[in-house]
């Protein structure tokens, strides 16, 4: 059973930047797939991105638009944790972000599909 902790949540002022990260534990695959997802009560889940920890070659991650050309993901150099670097924060991005992660075979554009999710962190962007 895998399991998913974050940490990095806080406040920040727009356009400002906050730095999320995930720690994987209890697998043992090689290649999977680890992702964000974030949640705003009373609203849909909503994807960040989601990429193929392990993968070799190809670019195998993808970002959703909202997020686009503001937030990236990159994986440790352990293979157990992924991070989200949020730059130009917008007031639309407050919300409650959880790390993801599936079991192979997995892709990165279906993050809101993955198995596993951690317990969250809050994050407030506030002008």
């Known amino acids: 059973q895998m399991q998913l902790v974050e940490s990095g949540g806080g406040s920040v002022q727009v356009g400002g930047s906050l730095r999320l990260s995930c720690r994987a534990s209890g697998h043992t695959y090689d290649t999977y797939c680890m992702g964000w997802i974030r949640q705003v009560p009373g609203k849909d889940d909503e994807g960040v991105a989601g990429?193929?920890?392990?993968?070799?070659?190809?670019?195998?991650?993808y970002y959703f638009d909202s997020v686009k050309g503001r937030f990236t993901i990159s994986p440790g150099h352990d293979k157990n944790t992924l991070f989200l670097q949020m730059d130009d924060t917008k007031p639309d991005d407050t919300a409650m972000y959880y790390c993801a992660a599936a079991a192979p075979p997995c892709f990165g554009q279906y993050v809101l599909r993955y198995k596993y999710r951690g317990q969250g962190t809050q994050v407030t962007v506030s002008s």
């Open positions: 990429t193929v920890i392990g993968s070799i070659g190809r670019s195998s991650t």
